[in-house]
């Protein structure tokens, strides 16, 4: 069943169709998944001490209702090393349409891994995994599976990724935490269950995996 927090988050972004990145972020941290360190901040100076406060570098995000594909218009900035280039990018993305706010939070590193939903007309909740970053689009290494998940699906799904031998530490990189790469599907898993019919699709990308968590740096949830 979908909490009050949730039913208030898809009631106000209803008129968008989409949620704010802000507003999935809250939504999924409640859920049990693991997000940055993250302020949403709506001045200069309260994004460079948010900045300062979580640790340098940090990403730096447009929030406007009037903009669903941020990296598009040049509304992400990633990297920033110190309060000053807070600043200017808060003022770069407030000029742009619809500017609400900058969300700033914690840069983090790792294996990139995408997690996504669709809403089959026929099926219902599939849940996609596949190796992420700027190639996914171009390799399509994904696996898929009705929803809800079970432990055996996540392994069959790890197992069937041409570039599974990420996660295991290819030639001396560390390895994935597969423990909490199960913990992280099956609990997306029951997200995506209990919001049920008011959501069309969510992508999380990327999902940044290491030895300890996986960490989701991105998201984007689509309404019904």
């Not at 901040?41 to 209702?65: I, R």
């Not at 909740?125 to 171009?138: A, Y």
Request: a negative charge; proline letters at 4%.
């Amino acid at each position: 069943m979908l909490t009050e927090m949730m039913k208030t988050v898809f009631e106000l972004s209803k008129p968008m169709g989409w949620v704010l990145e802000p507003d999935a972020k809250k939504l999924l941290k409640a859920a049990g998944l693991t997000v940055p360190s993250y302020a949403c901040e709506t001045s200069p100076e309260a994004a460079s001490e948010a900045a300062a406060a979580m640790g340098f570098p940090v990403v730096a995000k447009v929030v406007s209702p009037k903009i669903l594909h941020k990296s598009d218009v040049g509304g992400v900035a990633v990297g920033l090393a110190d309060e000053a280039s807070v600043r200017d990018a808060f003022a770069r993305f407030s000029a742009m349409e619809g500017f609400e706010a900058m969300l700033v939070e914690k840069m983090v590193s790792g294996v990139e891994l995408i997690v996504g939903a669709n809403v089959d007309f026929q099926f219902g909740p599939v849940i996609l995994l596949g190796i992420g970053g700027t190639g996914v689009e171009i390799y399509q290494d994904v696996a898929i599976r009705m929803a809800p998940l079970t432990g055996m699906d996540v392994n069959a799904m790890i197992g069937q990724l041409a570039g599974r031998k990420i996660l295991d530490g290819y030639r001396g990189s560390a390895s994935v935490s597969r423990k909490a790469l199960e913990e992280t599907l099956l609990c997306f898993s029951d997200l995506v269950m209990e919001m049920g019919e008011d959501i069309a699709s969510v992508d999380l990308n990327p999902v940044m995996c290491t030895p300890e968590a996986c960490v989701v740096a991105d998201a984007r949830i689509m309404l019904a």
